[in-house]
């Protein structure tokens, strides 16, 4: 799949109470979720934020707590794409299985800025920041991931088949 969008960025080790707080772990309806989404770091995400608009962090992006309503509120808030230098593998596992993919880029990730414009190409890696002119490289999601996310999350993807 290939996304463009505008850049909300955020740094090293953000965790699962920061992407959404346990105060509103209360409902598992998407959107509700979204109107939280990173409401304990930037309290101007959830109300600003537009479909496609693609997140970017540091190392060890989703580190905590294993809860599946971290890459949920992210999905719901219109971000197609996660791209990090790391990822938690929980999470990693947990955005995979909602059909969030997931991209590592390592250091590269330093360069990206908040408000830049990213188009990101899933199915081969390549992350070229339109800002910047700068072109970076994240393994590919494998065929089958690929496939889960495209079909929107592992539930989605089973019953597909």
């Not at 463009?4 to 105060?23: L, M, S």
């Amino acid at each position: 799949m290939k996304y463009t969008g505008k850049v909300w960025r955020y740094g090293d080790n953000i965790d699962t109470d920061v992407i959404i707080p346990a105060r509103y772990l209360n409902t598992f309806d998407p959107k509700e979720l979204a109107k939280h989404c990173m409401v304990d770091i930037d309290e101007t995400f959830a109300q600003n934020v537009k479909d496609g608009d693609i997140m970017v962090g540091g190392k060890n992006f989703g580190c905590g707590s294993s809860r599946e309503h971290a890459p949920v509120a992210i999905k719901a808030s219109g971000v197609p794409v996660v791209i990090a230098a790391s990822f938690a593998r929980i999470f990693y596992r947990n955005g995979i299985n909602i059909g969030l993919p997931l991209l590592e880029i390592g250091d590269d990730v330093e360069k990206i800025k908040a408000g830049d414009k990213l188009s990101v190409d899933t199915a081969t890696g390549e992350i070229k920041n339109e800002t910047s002119g700068e072109v970076y490289h994240a393994h590919p999601l494998p065929g089958f991931v690929q496939d889960i996310a495209d079909a929107g999350g592992l539930i989605n993807y089973i019953k597909n088949k």
